[in-house]
T-cell receptor, first 116, second 113 residues
């Protein structure tokens, strides 16, 4: 299947700092990527839809100024957690599907964010 | 929007036994039904999917069955092995094709040897 690469896999930061997470589609183009958040022993919750060349679409309750999404190319989307606080600690996962219309959604390996 | 209910939340089996996880949904327009496996600390991995024009799909020890009339689809794992231990999620497209997936609450499968 298609490969989605996500970095870093783990990050620890101090309160008030910003953290950037990268998501790359390695062997396909992805006009649309999705960012999910997952708390321990819980399901994946959609945070936002990242659209190449335009603004991201955020789910209800997700602060767009807190979670900045940039989709600058057909293979790269970034999520920046700004002014991180302990409650932002979570597992963040990106996903993408091939532009050629297939339905399969592939996921990155996730980023465990711990805010001290 | 679409809703998906997944059961059971936990499932413990002996190695070699079969495991079945079921998901029910509400939107009769749903036409794509994937299953994901998530190991600890990793992203979900697509293990099998089915479209609404077929009732069953099999890939070695894994199969998915779909009952569109009753609006449920199930994951079947035969001859379970310890490495099958993981969290399994069913998912559905939220609305039309090309949109995000919404996920069931997950089933923690434990296979003991």
């Amino acid at each position: 299947g298609a490969v989605v690469s996500q970095h870093p896999s783990r990050v620890i930061c101090k309160s008030g700092t910003s953290v950037k997470i990268e998501c790359r589609s390695l062997d396909f183009q992805a006009t649309t990527m999705f960012w999910y958040r997952q708390f321990p022993k819980k399901s994946l919750m959609l945070m936002a839809t990242s659209n190449e060349g335009s603004k991201a679409t955020y789910e209800q309750g997700v602060e767009k100024d807190k979670f900045l999404i940039n989709h600058a190319s057909l293979t790269l989307s970034t999520l920046t957690v700004t002014s991180a606080h302990p409650e932002d600690s979570s597992f963040y996962i990106c996903s993408a599907r091939e532009d050629r219309g297939l339905e399969k959604l592939f996921f990155g390996s996730g980023t465990q964010l711990s805010v001290l | 929007g679409e809703n998906v209910e997944q059961h059971p939340s936990t499932l413990s089996v002996q190695e070699g036994d079969s495991a079945v996880i079921k998901c029910t949904y509400s939107d009769s327009a749903s036409n794509y039904f994937p299953w994901y496996k998530q190991e600890l600390g990793k992203g979900p991995q697509l293990i099998i999917d089915i479209r609404s024009n077929v009732g069953e799909k099999k890939d070695q020890r894994i199969a998915v069955t779909l009952n569109k009339t009753a609006k449920h689809f199930s994951l079947h794992i035969t001859e379970t092995q310890p490495e099958d231990s993981a969290v399994y999620f069913c998912a559905l497209p939220r609305s039309q094709a090309g949109t995000a997936l919404i996920f069931g609450k997950g089933t923690t499968l434990s296979v003991s040897s």
